[in-house]
Structure formats: structure tokens, C-alpha cells
């Protein structure tokens, strides 16, 4: 079966850094893409992986390892503004979307 | 604003009703998808359009009926639904162009609570 696998909640103090981890099992592999969905909102993107290797935006990076099958988002300089909740996603051989069940990042001053 | 609107945003709704969802895309993307999501569960892809043909139904009940009139608009009938329908249904659109990668745009979702 496919999986995707992340930590269900995570807390981490402003100004911080905190890093989400992200482990797949899926039949093939088409690319990683992460998401952030504040409470009530939907999905926004933040960032996409398809080489092995670090991938940076701003305070946000994302990292990939397909050897591993393991991903991270690292979140830099915490605002209070950054707790949501943080998703990973997986696009298998036939480019389907899998999806994991979200990180809860909860920001504290 | 993600150019994806969907309506009703909350929805109340009895065991033996007929309703629908609306989404609408302002982006000029040719694929469009239904989700389910409920509380610490994955995302649930229930429905993809692409060119406005339905390409994917993974084995969703037919109590859920998805209609595409066109490339910017995607329905989701519902009738006879059950309690543990009861979720966020989330609309997204996408650009397909063969491999090329393509990141979803979603709506902010319509909160179904069937009674």
C-alpha cells in the first residue's frame, strides 16, 4: 500500500526553528510538494521536490532524500502567523496525489 | 484568494436532502479535483477532471454524484448522504500538461454536517 507518514502535532517557540518530517512508501515517485492550510482555509503551496537536495524560499526550505524516501520542511525565524497545520504530499507513477495527514504546528511567544 | 471559489462555505443538511456543491476556477486550468478531509485523516481524492472528462472516482459512493459543464465550473450532487459524510469537502484545480509538474490551487472549502 501507499503511505505517508509525518508527525500529527508539533509545537515550537517564536523566533525558532523547527523542522516537520515527511516518509513515504508509494509506488513510484513523481515529486514531492508541501502545503500549509491555516484553520478553515484551504491548502496553500509552499514548495516542490523532485531532486535529491535542499530547496529554499525564504524562511522556508525543503529537503529531499528518494534514496530514503524522506522529506523535510524547515521553518526559520517562527512567527505566530506560521501555526498551521503543514502537508505532505506524493506524486506516485500515475501522478495521483498522496497525500499525508498533516502536521499541527502550534507557535507559542 | 487562490482563484477557486466554492459554495455553499457551510452546509446543514438532513439524511434524505438533496444538495449541491459549486466550484468555480479563475485560472484557466484544464484539470479540476473533489476532496474529502476530515479531522487527522488524509486528504481523500474522491474525483479528478481533466479536460472536463472524469478520468479518476476512487470508488466513492454513488450517494456523491460529480458533474463538470465545463473546464471553470465542477459540481458535487449530493442525496441520501450518511453522518460519517460529514467532513470539508475541498475543489482544486491544476494545469495538466503531460509530466510536467503542477501544483494544486484549492478552494476554501464547503463544511458539511449531515444530521
Known amino acids: 500500500g501507499q503511505n505517508i507518514d509525518q508527525p500529527t502535532e508539533m509545537t515550537a517557540t517564536e523566533g525558532a526553528i523547527v523542522q516537520i518530517n515527511c516518509t513515504y512508501q508509494?509506488?513510484?515517485?513523481?515529486?514531492l510538494f508541501w502545503y500549509q492550510q491555516h484553520a478553515g482555509e484551504a491548502p496553500t503551496f509552499l514548495s516542490y521536490n523532485v531532486l535529491d537536495g535542499l530547496e529554499e524560499k525564504g524562511r522556508f526550505s525543503s529537503f529531499l532524500s528518494r534514496s530514503k524516501g524522506y522529506s523535510y520542511l524547515l521553518l526559520k525565524e517562527l512567527q505566530m502567523k506560521d501555526s498551521a497545520s503543514y502537508l505532505c504530499a506524493v506524486k506516485d507513477s500515475n501522478y495521483q496525489l498522496i497525500w499525508g495527514a498533516g502536521t499541527k504546528l502550534i507557535i507559542k511567544p | 484568494e487562490t482563484g477557486v471559489t466554492q459554495t455553499p462555505r457551510h452546509l446543514v443538511m438532513g439524511m434524505t436532502n438533496k444538495k449541491s456543491l459549486k466550484c468555480e476556477q479563475h485560472l484557466g486550468h484544464n484539470a479540476m479535483y473533489w476532496y474529502k478531509q476530515s479531522a487527522k485523516k488524509p486528504l481523500e481524492l474522491m474525483f479528478v477532471?481533466?479536460?472536463?472528462?472524469?478520468?479518476e472516482n476512487n470508488s466513492v459512493p454513488s450517494r456523491f454524484s460529480p458533474e463538470c459543464p465545463n473546464s471553470s465550473h465542477l459540481f458535487l450532487h449530493l442525496h441520501t448522504l450518511q453522518p460519517e459524510d460529514s467532513a470539508l469537502y475541498l475543489c482544486?484545480?491544476?494545469?495538466?500538461?503531460?509530466?510536467?509538474?503542477?501544483?494544486?490551487?484549492f478552494g476554501p472549502g464547503t463544511r458539511l454536517t449531515v444530521l
Open positions: 477532471y481533466s479536460l472536463e472528462e472524469r478520468v
Open positions: 508509494t509506488s513510484g515517485f513523481n515529486g
Open positions: 482544486a484545480s491544476s494545469q495538466e500538461e503531460g509530466e510536467a509538474y503542477n501544483e494544486q490551487f
